[in-house]
């Protein structure tokens, strides 16, 4: 069974940080390319990050520059370094996972993340 389960969502204030962190338990982790998406009220998800392995990444460029994405293959772990956060930083943020080759996606449950003062 596929299992990804995101951690670290929470409250915080503008221009704090957060780390959000993605377990994925049931695949071949090496296999996937590893994502952050995320859901804001009345909004569509859309692509926060992705990382194919250590030295591919894509990020929105509405994140450039603040948050960080990043994988351990040897744990199957990915993580989400936000900082500077901004209050339309607030959503839902979803771990995804997509095989490299048949493109079969999973995902993860979701963790709230708001930015307020």
């Known amino acids: 069974q596929v299992q990804l389960v995101e951690s670290g969502g929470g409250l915080v204030q503008p221009g704090e940080s957060l780390r959000l962190s993605c377990a994925a338990s049931?695949?071949?982790?090496?296999?996937?390319?590893m994502g952050w998406y995320c859901q804001a009220p009345g909004k569509q998800r859309e692509l926060v990050a992705t990382?194919?392995?250590?030295?591919?990444?894509n990020y929105a460029d509405s994140v450039k520059g603040r948050f960080t994405i990043s994988r351990d293959n040897a744990k199957n772990t990915v993580t989400l370094q936000m900082n500077s956060l901004k209050p339309e930083d607030t959503a839902v943020y979803f771990c995804?996972?997509?095989?490299?080759?048949?493109?079969?996606?999973?995902w993860g449950q979701g963790t709230q993340v708001t930015v307020s003062s």
């Open positions: 990382i194919i392995n250590n030295s591919s990444t």
């Open positions: 995804n996972a997509v095989h490299y080759l048949t493109r079969y996606a999973y």
């Open positions: 049931g695949i071949n982790f090496s296999l996937y390319i």
